[in-house]
């Protein structure tokens, strides 16, 4: 788990000028959801970039899931995204 948080620093951090990320991985809070599944994370990306912050937050969010695309049909199933100053 922790080398494919690693894998996705890696990709946003290859598209885009970031300072820092923070991946927390909520998947605990949703073990009782009806669509629950262990191999898919809910992950909330906590992400410090000026260049994100200079664009608007739905053009900075759609940045952000089109790098992680093929992560979304895969082993992601919610994503939230904070762009933090």
Do not use: C, T, W
């Not at 890696?10 to 820092?20: C, S, Y």
């Not at 605990?28 to 990306?45: A, C, R, V």
């Amino acid at each position: 788990m922790k080398n494919y948080f690693e894998e996705i620093k890696k990709k946003l951090i290859n598209e885009i000028k970031i300072e820092e990320v923070d991946i927390v991985d909520n998947s605990h809070n949703h073990k009782g959801h009806k669509f629950f599944s262990p191999e898919k994370f809910h992950l909330h990306l906590k992400i410090k970039s000026s260049y994100l912050n200079s664009l608007s937050r739905l053009n900075a969010q759609k940045i952000v899931m089109k790098i992680l695309k093929e992560d979304l049909k895969k082993k992601i199933h919610a994503l939230e995204i904070s762009i933090v100053k």
